[in-house]
């Protein structure tokens, strides 16, 4: 069995890390630049426990930063706290979906997410780049996208966190819809987004 | 590019909260000055016209780390890389940095104050000595 790694896994495993040293330096720095950081934190959170909703991210992401600034102020070395990134972000991300267990399951008690499984999301493509760009577009396009359909929005974040859709706007609008309905509202939903998504991709370009 | 869902999720994170929160903000503002930073300054302060005093002045700006992380051959390494110091440089470094740490704490548990106040120049004892002063005693010796 070949156990080495190919030049080009090493050149991406040495880019990867040069990215997270990087991320790291930028949080410490002067300025206390901490977006890039969380991003990767973050990714490596949801890679390990892929079940976490974006509300339970959110927790994640404030408890991870939380515990590496420890470090910080403990005089850990850059390179320390890069090596013990992914086992600091995961350990968050477990403590948050243990305690979330329980009001998870209440949400989906009698709902076996029909919809989710009769229209799987043209929107999850294995190949995404991830580039801090990239990141920065679509967090950019979800926000233009909340504040001109707010409904729309809510549609693609249940999709995405897995939610019925008509339990998560009956919970956040008291709005009673049936599952055609949200199987509508959330083709318009895909295509609104993906059009500010192409007009910020263009605008980028030019 | 067509973002996957995990994606789409972490955006709205920061869709719903761009910044960081006030917590995260209030402990990054409180973090205090590093170990070694702190013993670099302060070696620096008192060993005026020191010929490492600008690449010893470039680690401590990294704030981070302790004595013992210079042992380490990927903290040697990341200070390199951020320093842009030469290997040999940063071996002065360490070196004198060990070296400046020992003496400090042989000063501060009392040992090196009584060992060097018994061997002074003038034959006075000194109850309060510094790190450079042992040094410079123990150089003025060595000549």
């Known amino acids: 069995v070949d156990c080495t790694a190919s030049a080009e896994e090493k050149r991406r495993l040495k880019t990867e890390r040069e990215e997270i040293e990087d991320a790291i330096d930028l949080a410490r720095g002067p300025n206390g630049v901490v977006r890039a950081l969380e991003l990767i934190v973050m990714r490596m959170a949801h890679r390990k426990v892929p079940a976490l909703t974006h509300d339970e991210l959110q927790v994640v992401r404030e408890k991870a930063l939380l515990a590496i600034i420890e470090k910080f102020d403990a005089g850990a070395t850059t390179s320390a706290i890069a090596n013990q990134l992914e086992a600091t972000a995961v350990n968050k991300a477990r403590d948050v979906q243990a305690a979330a267990i329980s009001s998870r399951d209440h949400m989906e008690q009698g709902d076996p997410v029909v919809l989710l499984k009769a229209h799987p999301s043209p929107l999850n493509v294995a190949t995404a780049v991830e580039e801090h760009e990239d990141y920065n577009r679509v967090i950019d396009a979800l926000a233009q996208l909340r504040d001109a359909n707010e409904r729309y929005y809510e549609v693609i974040m249940a999709q995405i966190d897995g939610f019925p859709i008509p339990q998560r706007l009956k919970n956040r609008f008291n709005e009673d819809v049936t599952d055609v309905t949200a199987r509508k509202l959330l083709q318009r939903a895909r295509e609104r987004f993906e059009t500010i998504l192409s007009g910020l991709a263009k605008a980028t370009a030019s | ?143």
């Open chain 2, 1 to 143: 590019m067509n973002p996957s869902d995990e994606m789409l999720k972490i955006a709205a994170v920061f869709v719903e909260q761009p910044d960081p929160s006030d917590r995260v903000k209030d402990a990054l503002a409180r973090v205090k000055r590093a170990p070694l930073s702190a013993l670099v300054d302060q070696m620096i302060r008192e060993s005026s016209g020191f010929a490492l005093k600008s690449a010893l002045k470039k680690i401590a700006d990294l704030n981070q780390g302790q004595v013992h992380d210079l042992d380490a051959p990927d903290f040697r390494s990341y200070i390199i890389a951020r320093t842009g110091l030469s290997d040999e440089h940063l071996r002065d470094c360490v070196s004198a940095i060990a070296t400046y740490a020992k003496v400090k704490q042989a000063v501060e548990s009392g040992a090196g104050a009584t060992l060097i106040a018994a061997r002074a120049e003038k034959g006075e004892i000194k109850n309060e000595v510094s790190p450079s002063d042992v040094l410079r005693e123990l150089a003025r010796r060595v000549k």
